[in-house]
T-cell receptor, first 110, second 116 residues
Framework: GEDVEQSLFLSVREGDSSVINCTYTDSSSTYLYWYKQEPGAGLQLLTYIFSNMDMKQDQRLTVLLNKKDKHLSLRIADTQTGDSAIYFCAYDNYGQNFVFGPGTRLSVLP | DTEVTQTPKHLVMGMTNKKSLKCEQHMGHRAMYWYKQKAKKPPELMFVYSYEKLSINESVPSRFSPECPNSSLLNLHLHALQPEDSALYLC???????????????FGEGSRLTVL
């Protein structure tokens, strides 16, 4: 199947690190993606990781991929109030058919 | 230009109206998509156009009619909609991984549709 699971909510204090987790059941996708959606806006690509990599770092963002366990995570260092949004993990299932997780709503408390 | 532009941003229509949503991209992407997103849910795929031909139709009711006039434009024609069709409609485009892209979807800001 194409199930993707994410925890629905995460609250952190400003300045702390946030870790958003994603598990999937099946992916032949070359890349896996993290998207961010702010209220009333479209989805914005945050970062992606090539499926043959196990880690990618991009400024405050660190993506970890465990292909054996089918687990993807996004760590945001020094979380700011502007990071409050919904975060979706996603992969491309056999071309042109993106599978999205349910989204994790990140709330950053001052 | 890395933008996908959607118009209108907001649309209110009655169940007997006919309206259209428009989407434009100038990134040279050959795949374009319509997604529907309800509140607090992930986007749901409706249609995919690849090289201006409809390649995926996810069993969408015929009251939604897509059109791809050229490789930069994508329309969604709306007719006789129901209140439950109220949602955020997102357009996206992508470049094939095989053509040097990383396959990600580039999304527009969406058209928020309310059906009365």
């Amino acid at each position: 199947g194409e199930d993707v699971e994410q925890s629905l909510f995460l609250s952190v204090r400003e300045g702390d690190s946030s870790v958003i987790n994603c598990t999937y059941t099946d992916s032949s996708s070359t890349y896996l993606y993290w998207y961010k959606q702010e209220p009333g806006a479209g989805l914005q690509l945050l970062t992606y990781i090539f499926s043959n990599m196990d880690m990618k770092q991009d400024q405050r963002l660190t993506v970890l991929l465990n292909k054996k366990d089918k687990h993807l995570s996004l760590r945001i260092a020094d979380t700011q109030t502007g990071d409050s949004a919904i975060y979706f993990c996603a992969y491309d299932n056999y071309g042109q058919n993106f599978v999205f997780g349910p989204g994790t709503r990140l709330s950053v408390l001052p | 230009d890395t933008e996908v532009t959607q118009t209108p941003k907001h649309l209110v229509m009655g169940m007997t109206n006919k309206k259209s949503l428009k989407c434009e991209q100038h990134m040279g992407h050959r795949a374009m998509y319509w997604y529907k997103q309800k509140a607090k849910k992930p986007p749901e795929l409706m249609f995919v156009y690849s090289y201006e031909k409809l390649s995926i139709n996810e069993s969408v009711p015929s009251r939604f009619s897509p059109e791809c006039p050229n490789s930069s434009l994508l329309n969604l024609h709306l007719h006789a909609l129901q209140p439950e069709d109220s949602a955020l409609y997102l357009c996206a485009s992508s470049q094939d991984i095989g053509r040097g892209g990383t396959g990600e979807l580039f999304f527009g800001e969406g058209s928020r549709l309310t059906v009365l």
